[in-house]
């Protein structure tokens, strides 16, 4: 047997574990995608589970390392059988007597009676090839190829017999001699001895390490104690057994019945015998009563059967840690090992991505727990997610209107509080004490400032020496540079009443309509904080939301589109904000179909009764009085929503806008923009950066 200690070699293949030279997760890709899903309905949790099994660009998810799985267990099934020992001891069976048969034609010295014998013993053999075998084995053979053969069938048994149990024993006995399977023998013996020890309690470390001493060749694993001695061999003992109980009754029984002769005697069965009962009964949890079906036609021996059930449960684990569907799922369950063993190095780096970038996830302050246990967006994901959809929102108002993107965050006029980078072609002023600490922050992390010459540490510099040589100078760079941010003079206070009716969920704009409502709030919040924004979602009733509650808010059957309510919460909250500018957005997909009585009840009905449209022209009348700069976006093309809404519009001097659902959001933020420019006849999008300057910072 080979020897367990082998050179050590300096450079080994990458194994699939941690690449120092792996680019950083993407979290922003994975942030964009969650969002998505929470503002589709998904709670967080699920939004997180949902993208590490799609996976993102460039990266395989969850349910990709799931199909290969599933194509791997196929494979083994579909393609394999568990008739390979028997076939190969029928095969020779077969030779060894046609070998004799020819020998005894060939023999003429022989006697006649004793040919006549011989031949009748051959032809009556029995059909069943472990009968046969077991009625050959006092038989004295003539031909000495056909003893080769049949002393091959019992070497091949005891190899397979064992292979069973010790992976890889049917190539290492290969050729073996007699102190080989001698010291097999032996090892078996003191092994049933162990584990017969350790069962009754009275096993010690010395009896393990004595017993590695002497027959650790034959555990490639390395077992460190005797419990991960039994671990591993319990588990190649299981899916033995599984495979035994995958068999038909009768090769079953053939298989027994050969077993007897393996190494030429019963005596290697009974050794097994044994130590399959002991490991039984010390790892009962393991599956021994399993089986599966095989439907390949490509045999398997009794030790690569074992090794495919053993595969199988491998990669039936496996699955079942990347469904992650059970309670407290985490992708660290995932064993990377056995994924890789089973699919690969590259399964294995896939997997390990995917765990970085849930830990990253989790670690990056984007979910925070609720007090309930539940994962919710936390502010700076809110944050992450809008400046993301505002970026597409400038993006593709620049497109269309032939812009370059725009770095300030007002038009000229009054400080905001605000800095940010120097930019070239910014002409606002700098922020002084911003530009030196920055200078100073960065020396220092250089090491710049703090070293002294000898001169200084010994005492005040010398009379006469310049300010230059007394204290050390900061030198400000390009990159230390901030300027103060302005914003225009006039505030505005902005209500985006959005539709959150059940059709609008229907038809697709549910999500849409919440990514609009994110970028407008992100906007003001971040550029333009000077101005007030109220949201105000509006089914069969309407109400004031925060953009938490908004995103999150589910679809749900609730008839009604109440105009009337959500703008009586509109006028109301421009009254609070007598000095701004009011700017009322409407975003619908449907005709006012509900509106509020006197006593505070809904009143709904379809069609739309004339009442329901007469209140919510009044409450827009008065917007209109208030002064509010009024744009109506309409999702759909029904034919009375249109009518409904340009004669809306009309009233009150506003706009009507019909953008594609991907444009929503930069239609809403650029009408946002040009609430203070110029509004001419019919342009439907208007200047978008009209009145509120430059504004988006790529």
């Known amino acids: 047997?080979?020897?367990?200690?082998?050179?050590?070699?300096?450079?080994?293949?990458?194994?699939?574990?941690?690449?120092?030279?792996?680019?950083?997760?993407?979290?922003?890709?994975?942030?964009?995608?969650?969002?998505?899903?929470?503002?589709?309905?998904?709670?967080?949790?699920?939004?997180?589970?949902?993208?590490?099994?799609?996976?993102?660009?460039?990266?395989?998810?969850?349910?990709?390392?799931?199909?290969?799985?599933?194509?791997?267990?196929?494979?083994?099934?579909?393609?394999?059988?568990?008739?390979?020992?028997?076939?190969?001891?029928?095969?020779?069976?077969?030779?060894?007597?046609?070998?004799?048969?020819?020998?005894?034609?060939?023999?003429?010295?022989?006697?006649?009676?004793?040919?006549?014998?011989?031949?009748?013993?051959?032809?009556?053999?029995?059909?069943?090839?472990?009968?046969?075998?077991?009625?050959?084995?006092?038989?004295?053979?003539?031909?000495?190829?056909?003893?080769?053969?049949?002393?091959?069938?019992?070497?091949?048994?005891?190899?397979?017999?064992?292979?069973?149990?010790?992976?890889?024993?049917?190539?290492?006995?290969?050729?073996?001699?007699?102190?080989?399977?001698?010291?097999?023998?032996?090892?078996?013996?003191?092994?049933?001895?162990?584990?017969?020890?350790?069962?009754?309690?009275?096993?010690?470390?010395?009896?393990?390490?004595?017993?590695?001493?002497?027959?650790?060749?034959?555990?490639?694993?390395?077992?460190?104690?005797?419990?991960?001695?039994?671990?591993?061999?319990?588990?190649?003992?299981?899916?033995?057994?599984?495979?035994?109980?995958?068999?038909?009754?009768?090769?079953?029984?053939?298989?027994?019945?050969?077993?007897?002769?393996?190494?030429?005697?019963?005596?290697?069965?009974?050794?097994?015998?044994?130590?399959?009962?002991?490991?039984?009964?010390?790892?009962?949890?393991?599956?021994?009563?399993?089986?599966?079906?095989?439907d390949g036609e490509q045999g398997l021996g009794l030790g690569d059967g074992t090794g495919a059930l053993a595969d199988l449960a491998d990669l039936d684990d496996l699955a079942e840690q990347l469904s992650q569907s059970y309670d407290g799922a985490r992708l660290d369950d995932i064993d990377l090992d056995k994924l890789a063993e089973q699919l690969g190095n590259d399964a294995a780096v896939d997997a390990r991505t995917l765990q970085r970038l849930e830990q990253a996830l989790r670690d990056s302050g984007y979910l925070k727990r609720t007090s309930d246990g539940q994962l919710k967006l936390s502010p700076k994901a809110m944050r992450q997610l809008g400046k993301a959809l505002l970026a597409d929102a400038a993006t593709k108002m620049s497109g269309r209107q032939g812009q370059r993107d725009l770095r300030q965050a007002g038009a000229a006029g009054e400080l905001s509080g605000a800095t940010r980078k120097w930019q070239f072609g910014d002409t606002e002023p700098w922020d002084v004490t911003r530009t030196i600490t920055n200078a100073v922050r960065r020396e220092v992390a250089h090491g710049a400032v703090g070293r002294q010459t000898s001169r200084d540490r010994t005492g005040p510099p010398p009379i006469g020496a310049t300010p230059q040589e007394s204290a050390h100078p900061i030198r400000v760079q390009v990159g230390d540079l901030e300027v103060s941010e302005t914003e225009a003079r006039t505030q505005a206070a902005v209500a985006l009443l959005v539709d959150t009716s059940f059709s609008m969920a229907m038809d697709g704009r549910w999500v849409p309509m919440k990514r609009t409502a994110l970028a407008l709030h992100t906007l003001i919040r971040s550029r333009f904080r000077g101005d007030a924004l109220q949201l105000i979602g509006f089914g069969r009733h309407a109400q004031v939301m925060d953009i938490e509650e908004l995103t999150g808010l589910d679809a749900m059957w609730d008839k009604g589109t109440n105009l009337h309510h959500a703008l009586l919460l509109a006028n109301r909250f421009f009254r609070r904000h007598p000095s701004a500018q009011p700017v009322l957005l409407v975003v619908t997909d449907g005709e006012p179909t509900s509106h509020l009585e006197p006593n505070g009840e809904v009143y709904f009905e379809y069609p739309p009764h004339p009442l329901t449209v007469a209140y919510a022209v009044r409450e827009l009348d008065t917007s209109g009085r208030l002064g509010a700069q009024t744009t109506f976006f309409r999702l759909g093309t029904d034919p009375g929503l249109a009518r409904f809404v340009e004669s809306m519009a009309r009233r009150v001097d506003g706009r009507v806008v019909a953008p594609e659902l991907d444009d929503l959001g930069a239609a809403v933020v650029g009408s946002y923009l040009g609430s203070r420019g110029p509004a001419g006849p019919g342009d439907g999008y208007r200047d978008w950066f009209g009145g509120r300057g430059d504004w988006y910072a790529g």
Do not use: C
């Open 1 to 294: 047997m080979a020897s367990r200690h082998q050179p050590r070699s300096r450079y080994t293949a990458y194994d699939g574990g941690p690449d120092p030279l792996a680019p950083p997760v993407d979290v922003a890709e994975a942030l964009d995608a969650i969002g998505e899903d929470v503002m589709a309905g998904y709670s967080p949790e699920r939004a997180m589970r949902e993208f590490l099994r799609r996976g993102g660009q460039g990266r395989r998810g969850l349910d990709d390392l799931a199909r290969r799985i599933a194509e791997k267990r196929a494979e083994l099934t579909q393609r394999h059988n568990l008739d390979g020992t028997l076939r190969e001891v029928k095969e020779l069976l077969d030779h060894a007597v046609l070998s004799e048969r020819g020998q005894l034609a060939r023999d003429i010295g022989m006697d006649d009676g004793d040919r006549a014998l011989r031949e009748l013993t051959l032809d009556n053999l029995p059909t069943s090839t472990a009968a046969a075998v077991s009625e050959l084995a006092s038989y004295d053979w003539r031909s000495r190829e056909a003893r080769e053969d049949y002393e091959r069938i019992k070497d091949l048994l005891g190899r397979e017999l064992l292979d069973q149990r010790f992976a890889g024993m049917k190539e290492a006995l290969e050729n073996a001699t007699d102190a080989d399977r001698a010291a097999v023998g032996e090892m078996l013996t003191d092994l049933n001895e162990l584990l017969g020890k350790h069962q009754r309690g009275e096993d010690t470390d010395r009896d393990f390490a004595d017993f590695m001493d002497k027959h650790g060749d034959f555990f490639p694993e390395s077992p460190q104690n005797v419990e991960e001695l039994i671990d591993a061999m319990a588990q190649r003992a299981a899916a033995a057994q599984r495979m035994m109980n995958s068999m038909t009754a009768e090769q079953r029984a053939e298989l027994m019945s050969l077993a007897q002769q393996a190494f030429g005697s019963p005596a290697l069965m009974e050794q097994l015998a044994s130590l399959d009962a002991t490991l039984q009964a010390l790892r009962p949890g393991e599956d021994w009563g399993g089986s599966e079906r095989f």
